[in-house]
C-alpha cells in the first residue's frame, strides 16, 4: 500500500535472467496516475489485466506483496485463466479475518515496522537507501488512500478455497505490520499451498532478503511452467 515496483529493485534482476518480469506500480503509486475517485479490488485486479494485456501476455507466474497478494489473490479468484501461478508475500486474506495486529513502533520512525526488529540496525546501509529511494518518488496524496478503501471493503476469506492456481506464501517470521499467522491461514486454506516462512524476516522479505526470495519464486515457478 502506497509502495511501488523499485521496492523489489533487489530480486528483479535474479528473476530476469530467467523469466520475463512485468512490475507493476498501483494507480496511486509511483510513476502511476492519481486514482481519479474511490477504488474496490476489482479496479486493481482490471489494471493489472490491462497490463498483461498490453504486453501480450495471456497467462503469468502472478507474485504480489501485501496489498499487492491481495490484488494477486483476487486475480487468482476472478481471472484464473490468466494465471500459471500465485505467489503471495506478506500478505492476508481481508481485514476482518486478519490474525493479530500491526506492531507499535517509534512515532517519528514509521519506517521500522517495514523490517524485522533488529534489521535497520544490522543493515543501516539499505535502510537508507530504501529511504532515499522512497523519497525520490513522485507524491501521491491520494494513492494509499484509495488503497486502504479498497482494503477495507475486500475479503477473500470464505473464498479461499476456489483459488484453483499452485499456490506459494512467502512471508517474514518477524513481519511487523502483517503477523505470520495470516501466512498459515492462507497456506491452510488454499488448495495444496505451500508454505515458506522465513525466520529473523520482517514485511519487506524482497528488500531484506532478496536471495532467498528470488530462489524461492523461481523453484516454485520451475515447478509450474
Known sequence: ???DLTGWRRTTPALARELRVIAVD?????LSDEPP?????????ADAL???????????HVVGLSFGGMVAQEMALTAPDRLRSLILAGTHAGQAHMV???????????????YAPGFPERHPEDVA??????????????????QWEAIQGWSAFERLGEIAAPTLVLHGAEDQLI??????VLASRIPRAELVILEGTGHVIDGER??????????FVRRHP
Open 1 to 3: 500500500m502506497g509502495g
Open 26 to 30: 498501483h494507480r496511486g503509486n509511483g
Open 37 to 45: 475517485g474511490p477504488c474496490t479490488m476489482a479496479t486493481f485486479v
Open 50 to 60: 490491462a497490463v498483461l494485456d498490453d504486453a501480450g501476455a495471456d497467462r503469468a
Open 100 to 114: 493479530g495486529r500491526p506492531a507499535t513502533v517509534p512515532k517519528g520512525e514509521p519506517w521500522r515496522a517495514m
Open 129 to 146: 537507501e530504501d529511504l532515499r529511494t522512497g523519497a525520490s518518488r513522485p507524491p501521491h496524496p491520494l494513492g494509499p488512500r484509495r
Open 179 to 184: 503477523p505470520v499467522g495470516n501466512a498459515e
Open 210 to 219: 532478496p536471495e532467498t526470495v528470488s530462489a524461492a519464486v523461481l523453484d
